[in-house]
């Protein structure tokens, strides 16, 4: 995390939203930003300001929870608008979201034999500040491509969950390009605090391990996870010496930014890239030292994988992170400020216990960074403590307690909604307990933007389009129309450790989960009580209709059960129809074991009950409901074709209702 302190756009502007603070009433604030005062690359803190002033709201007992989209909160004020939610509140989705995929890790993680494959950086994601970039070469010159190439990259992915919905994304390096991975990274799973959790582990700070969607995210959604465990620096029992490591780093040699440093003009270093690894700057200790974990980042690219810090700072639209800093880069100064959210005072970081919580957006960036600068979006700090609104000075939120897990966990969810995105966290914080804090900020506020909202090029108009330019001692570049009329950048999330030359440790989490709104659907249900077959049943009151009857918490028998080899549900819906979408409620949804839920199976349609078309082929679920949207097919028969009844042991094929829509 390279926070606000090269000298980037400082556009001051009014960010006014609608809050609820710590189950006070809903107030309006309109407060300039304050800029950090530090313009010097990555070695100063930022200079806190004194913290604007919220006009005084009114009492109000009533907690708020995550709000039903686009309806209002309990306190009256439109969800929209924005709210730091009370103590207490509920941290996961209530009504007006669908579920549409989860994943509790319950089973073991099938990676598929994914090899290491090579890096070989021809498909970049951008050619400005990418591993390869060309303003590392603009600014450095030619003795950073040698320091670049003297060692390769390797990644490894594969698919997670059912449907294969996640993907795990991984980054280890090759010192001595010898073809052997000195400290891969993994992703795995274990049982956490009593329950099923992935592991990330990244045992030194040039590997990377996250988590992100395998396809792009809806226009509207709500991504959450509960984190379980987190060693990413930061104090333990107020030291940031512990277990042998310093600010969660190994003592083990040198630990560099090697070879995407700060700038070449950057205070505290030589600024030569021919210098030996262990002189660039050091990120375990000194000016330069601090680790940290995206608890949640919106990206502007598809497939993102871990890369360079920096390449980061020009890609994310709105995040959730931690940022450890290690007191020698605090020295004398603050190191930034956090809220109390009980009290909507700030305290310095450097009086708390390292283990920030980061609510921000990225604004737009400084278009000419200038010699020995680095190219990276403005950065924008929610807390309560500002009444929600977006000030341009590193501000945290809130800091976790990890010395409470795995017994305790923390929530974090992202939001995007027709005008904005929510960022919510839930936990017991240090210094005020439990408590939800949620914060809205819309797309635009008095012409300050979050960085390419847009994931479709109706959503924006053009305004906001300029040239990057870089001039630099070794060379100048410029990248035109970076935010063009046109353009589209849907939304990805990204949770981990995204860095390949900074930040080590180990976090586990668990519950992933994707909502979609609630919307009108059909209520007709074209299965209901019409003619069902079978592969077999297990018992006579086990039988195919019992699975289209419209019940299915009639207890035990409320459900068709099948065994044998082939396991099929048939059910002809009398007259060619068209179908769209599918519900089918498994073990779970009648009251039985989750692990009996059907694991592997495909949902098939036909017009003459002979020949059939797979529309849906789901994979690895462990989801009680499992709802299916397709195109629109004309079909009179469908039928589920159990591949894998259940996540354990048990052979039986267990479905307690099957549903078909139009729509």
């Not at 590997?207 to 709500?222: C, E, H, S, V």
């Not at 945290?396 to 919510?424: C, H, K, W």
Request: hydrophobic share 30%; proline share 6%.
């Amino acid at each position: 995390m390279r926070r606000n302190v090269r000298g980037v756009a400082r556009k001051a502007a009014l960010a006014t939203v609608t809050v609820t603070v710590a189950g006070l009433a809903s107030f309006g604030v309109g407060t300039p930003a304050t800029g950090d005062t530090a313009a010097s690359a990555g070695v100063r803190t930022p200079t806190p300001s004194t913290p604007s002033t919220p006009s005084s709201p009114s009492a109000s007992s009533t907690p708020s929870a995550p709000a039903k989209p686009g309806t209002a909160s309990k306190s009256g004020t439109a969800a929209k608008s924005g709210t730091a939610a009370k103590s207490g509140a509920a941290s996961s989705a209530a009504a007006g979201w669908t579920l549409l995929h989860s994943e509790n890790f319950s089973a073991p993680i099938n990676t598929g034999n994914a090899p290491w494959v090579k890096e070989n950086y021809t498909a970049p994601f951008d050619t400005i500040m990418d591993d390869a970039g060309q303003w590392y070469r603009n600014d450095y010159g030619p003795a950073w491509t040698t320091a670049f190439n003297s060692f390769a990259t390797y990644r490894k992915e594969f698919q997670v969950g059912q449907g294969g919905w996640l993907t795990a994304s991984l980054s280890a390096r090759d010192w001595n390009k010898d073809g052997v991975i000195e400290s891969p990274p993994s992703i795995t799973t274990a049982t956490v605090g009593g329950a099923p959790a992935a592991v990330l582990n990244v045992p030194d700070h040039t590997g990377g391990a996250i988590f992100r969607p395998t396809n792009k995210l809806p226009d509207q959604y709500r991504v959450e996870y509960k984190l379980k465990t987190i060693d990413f620096g930061g104090k333990r029992n107020g030291s940031i010496e512990y277990n042998g490591k310093v600010n969660g780093y190994s003592t083990q040699g040198c630990k560099t930014q090697h070879p995407w440093g700060e700038g070449s003009r950057s205070p505290g270093w030589s600024g030569n890239a021919a210098a030996p690894y262990c002189e660039w700057q050091d990120v375990r200790s000194g000016p330069y030292g601090y680790n940290g974990f995206h608890f949640m980042s919106i990206v502007d690219f598809a497939n993102p994988a871990p890369r360079n810090n920096h390449f980061w700072h020009y890609r994310r639209k709105v995040l959730m992170d931690s940022f450890s800093q290690h007191p020698d880069r605090v020295g004398t100064g603050t190191g930034g400020r956090v809220c109390n959210s009980n009290t909507n005072q700030y305290y310095n970081y450097r009086d708390g216990n390292f283990n920030t919580v980061n609510m921000w957006i990225s604004g737009l960036p400084n278009w000419t960074p200038g010699p020995g600068g680095l190219a990276g979006n403005s950065q924008w700090f929610m807390t309560s403590c500002s009444g929600g609104v977006a000030e341009q000075q590193l501000s945290s939120a809130a800091e976790i307690q990890p010395e409470l897990m795995p017994n305790q966990d923390y929530t974090f969810a992202i939001e995007r909604d027709a005008t904005g995105y929510v960022l919510e966290a839930s936990g017991n914080f240090a210094r005020v307990g439990q408590k939800t804090l949620r914060f809205h900020r819309d797309f635009i506020v008095n012409n300050a933007p979050i960085w390419h909202y847009n994931v479709k090029p109706g959503e924006y108009d053009g305004r906001y389009n300029a040239t990057l330019v870089q001039n630099d001692v070794n060379g100048s570049t410029s990248w035109p129309n970076q935010w063009p009329a046109g353009s589209q950048y849907p939304d990805y999330f990204v949770i981990g450790d995204l860095y390949t030359n900074v930040y080590e440790g180990s976090a586990s989490l668990t519950d992933i989960r994707l909502y979609v709104p609630e919307t009108t659907q059909p209520s007709v249900n074209l299965a209901l009580n019409k003619p069902a077959t079978a592969s077999n049943q297990c018992a006579a009151n086990e039988a195919p209709a019992k699975a289209v009857n419209g019940s299915w918490t009639g207890g035990n028998s409320d459900k068709w059960c099948g065994l044998g080899a082939n396991k099929w549900l048939q059910v002809d819906l009398q007259s060619n129809t068209q179908v769209g979408r599918f519900m089918v409620r498994h073990s779970g949804a009648g009251g039985e074991k989750a692990s009996w839920n059907t694991r592997d199976f495909d949902v098939q349609v036909s017009t003459n009950g002979t020949t059939w078309t797979n529309v849906v082929s789901t994979r690895g679920n462990t989801a009680n409901v499992t709802t299916h949207t397709i195109t629109p097919v004309s079909a009179r028969y469908v039928r589920v074709n159990v591949l894998t009844p259940t996540s354990d042991s048990d052979t039986a094929a267990r479905i307690f209702e099957l549903e078909a829509y139009s729509s």
